[in-house]
């Protein structure tokens, strides 16, 4: 799944083969038609789920703070997924056009990145594998969630989520979103909370990304296949590494949005 080329200059995205916490930044990559190199680490099988693949790199890539997600553009060496997603939209003025739209943009990234991670420490605990368990989570945290962001998105009654102009939070809420509707079995969600099946729809349908979503995005999965571990010994992404209760497969959803 790596992509490859020889200009030294060209931005490097490195991460797991997986969405993760990092994917919002590969949408954008696309959105912006910018080359880049897609550097995927797999993971092993079971029953030791190597992690070498990584290791074997992890110091050798001049890195302050080796981890996953990192970008590498010419001299510029950046790890953290927020601090990637922040490089890339001021690269790409895709930040707002005032001060009130940045601020806006800031609080949604935040906002949906409590989400996802509420969402993949679920998934990679004891009751992730759990089909009722999952229906209570959606019932409760996802369900809170989304009604906020559609009470949001009709009071802002603008054609992206900041404006009328694409921002990273349409990105990032758009993923995160996105992942979290494979946990909904049943597809009820969606029917309750139009305003947000309307902006999903609005970013899937993008001519820059629609080829992208659905041939590549969509057959990539949302979480690392690990055994169980300690939080202290996982060193990327937090809690999106541990079991891989759910997630750590591709799933088909029985009807994409």
């Known amino acids: 799944m790596t992509e490859s080329n ?5 931005i490097i995205l490195g991460y797991w083969a997986i969405r993760g916490l990092v994917e919002p930044s590969r949408i954008i ?11 995927t680490y797999e993971q092993g099988d079971a029953p030791d ?12 890539l001049g890195l302050d703070f080796p981890n996953l997600p990192y970008l590498i553009h010419g001299h510029l060496k950046l790890t953290q997924s927020k601090a990637i997603l922040y490089y890339l939209g001021r690269k790409f ?3 707002g056009t005032n001060l009130k739209e940045q601020a806006y943009v800031f609080m949604l990234c935040e906002e949906v990145q409590d989400l996802r991670l509420k969402y993949g420490a679920f998934s990679n605990g004891p009751n992730g ?11 409760t945290i996802l369900t809170e969630y989304f009604k906020k962001i559609d009470q949001y998105l009709q009071k802002s009654n603008s054609k992206f989520i900041v404006g009328n ?3 990273i939070a349409d990105f990032q809420v758009f993923e995160y979103l996105d992942a979290c509707l494979y946990m909904d079995d049943e597809q009820i969600l969606l029917d309750k909370y139009s305003n947000v099946k309307q902006f999903l729809n609005t970013i ?16 990539i999965p949302l979480h690392n296949k690990s055994k169980s571990r300690s939080i202290r010994s996982i060193d990327t992404d937090f809690f999106l590494f541990l079991a891989a209760k759910f997630g ?4 088909k959803r029985k009807d994409q949005v």
Not at 6 to 10: C, L, S
Not at 29 to 39: A, C, E, Q, V
Not at 129 to 139: G, P
Not at 248 to 251: A, D, E, S
């Open 93 to 95: 003025n895709l930040m």
């Open 6 to 10: 020889t200009d030294q200059n060209q």
């Open 165 to 167: 102009q694409p921002t």
């Open 29 to 39: 990559l696309h959105y912006t038609k910018t080359p880049f190199i897609n550097k």
């Open 248 to 251: 750590g497969k591709v799933i």
């Open 204 to 219: 899937r349908n993008l001519p820059e990304l629609k080829d992208y979503i659905t041939k590549i995005h969509d057959q």
């Open 129 to 139: 594998d759990s089909q009722t368990e999952r229906k209570k989570f959606l019932e």
């Open 49 to 60: 789920y190597s992690r070498d693949e990584w290791l074997n790199e992890k110091q050798k």
